[in-house]
């Protein structure tokens, strides 16, 4: 009993002590960020890297959300007779919560995977060490020009996965099971609101890219110096980032859309 | 020169999200039909709008001359007070009046304005009396169960067998009408 309510009592504090540590390097690399105002050039490397090769499975994972969700969409509105409103109800369930939730948990799976694992692998191979040897501070040279390119390229791939989206629905229900098209747009128009739809869920993406990247920098920069240690920052990378934009979704969602 | 195509690259991924965000404000969303065109407002009271809700179109002979800009509540007279913001390009005389209506059975609601007849035209912070409410569906209902029975007490006296049989339709009437709002 009393062993259960130490060890209770130790998981907590290392909880609170791995916070406290993540919001002290978190603050810092902020701090340190304006350096990079200088050299652009070390966050357009990441963005390559991070929102180029991520262009691809965004892209077609947003198209067959599309194509779901028209068909799905048509299914349930047929039988009110309404399904004219399929644009709005494509366009709607996009914006607002599939385009940043999914993006967020592919971009943690594509993304937040990797830069764990490379951050994990030059701190296993000392390279980090080997920076502060020569006086180079890897919170600036290493995370924060990939948190930046993460906290950039998060909200342009999820508005490219919205837009491939709605063409995907506009396929499956205009052109395949032949919705009239200019009600299709028209109620989609009348229906989705800039500010309070498209702004909003922009700015979801905003703070699911600040969450998932960091939390992948985090990981990796704390793992345990070995190939196994790598291998289990790189799943707790998964599990906590999806973890954190759900709720985070969540959150938001109660906050925005009331 | 490796450096050189990969800038190429990254300005390519920049300006797809621009093209998606443009493509989701104005094909999806309604920025294309924000107007910077001048408008001016127009103050009307109403006894009951029904579902109308601010950015409504107030439509001429079917064409848009304008939208809802705010709806309030008037404790003062127990009425909804909208203000209107109609296009400046559009000019109505100052008796027009202004109609609550609903485009198709059960689509959304908008302000028609009907021309009168004065020289003078509207100008802004005028206010339009002359209003008529939206139709409510219930109110519509009873005024005809009222007007059936209505019908039934003044035939009562002569024929039975026809009077029977509209208080009949008009019982099955509301029925349909009590399911049909339960539903709701």
């Known amino acids: ?258 | 020169m490796q450096r050189k195509s990969l800038d190429v690259w990254v300005g390519m991924f920049v300006l797809l999200g621009a093209a998606a965000i443009l493509f989701l404000a104005m094909k999806a969303g309604n920025l294309s039909s924000f107007s910077l065109t001048p408008t001016y407002q127009v103050i009307s009271k109403f006894d009951n709008i029904g579902g109308l809700k601010p950015q409504a179109p107030v439509k001429s002979a079917g064409v848009v001359v304008g939208r809802v800009a705010d709806i309030r509540f008037d404790d003062k007279t127990f009425q909804a007070s909208v203000v209107l913001n109609l296009d400046s390009a559009y000019q109505f005389p100052k008796d027009s009046s202004l109609k609550i209506l609903t485009s198709g059975l059960l689509g959304e609601q908008y302000i028609g304005i009907s021309p009168g007849g004065d020289v003078k035209n509207l100008a802004n912070g005028d206010k339009v009396t002359s209003t008529q409410s939206a139709i409510v569906l219930e109110d519509l209902i009873s005024q005809f169960l009222y007007s059936k029975a209505a019908d039934g007490g003044a035939n009562g006296s002569g024929g039975n067998n026809g009077s029977n049989g509209s208080s009949n339709s008009s019982n099955s009437g509301s029925g349909s009408s009590n399911s049909g709002s339960g539903s709701k």
């Open chain 1, 1 to 258: 009993m009393i062993n259960a309510i130490g060890s209770l009592g130790f998981a907590v504090r290392t909880w609170l002590a791995n916070l406290g540590y993540a919001t002290r390097m978190f603050v810092r690399m902020l701090s340190l960020s304006f350096g990079l105002l200088r050299r652009p050039r070390l966050i357009t490397d990441q963005i390559h890297f991070i929102g180029n090769y991520s262009l691809v499975i965004i892209a077609v994972s947003g198209l067959f959300v599309g194509f779901v969700l028209g068909l799905q969409g048509y299914y349930t509105l047929n039988k009110y007779g309404s399904e004219q409103a399929l644009g709005l109800l494509v366009a709607l369930s996009l914006t607002r919560e599939l385009g940043p939730v999914v993006t967020a948990l592919l971009f943690a799976g594509r993304a937040g995977t990797s830069l764990t694992a490379e951050i994990g692998l030059m701190k296993a191979g000392e390279q980090l060490a080997a920076m502060e040897m020569m006086a180079v501070n890897p919170l600036q040279r290493v995370i924060g020009p990939r948190f930046w390119a993460g906290v950039i390229a998060m909200p342009i791939l999820a508005a490219i996965f919205s837009a491939v989206g709605i063409l995907g629905g506009y396929i499956v229900g205009v052109r395949l099971i032949g919705v009239d098209e200019g009600a299709f747009w028209s109620q989609m128009q009348g229906g989705v609101d800039v500010v309070k739809d498209v702004l909003n869920g922009v700015l979801k993406s905003v703070v699911f890219g600040f969450a998932v990247t960091f939390i992948a920098l985090y990981q990796g920069y704390e793992s345990q110096p070995t190939p196994e240690g790598v291998s289990r920052a790189t799943t707790r990378t998964v599990v906590i980032a999806s973890l954190t934009v759900l709720w985070l979704d969540f959150l938001l969602t109660a906050l925005m859309f009331n």
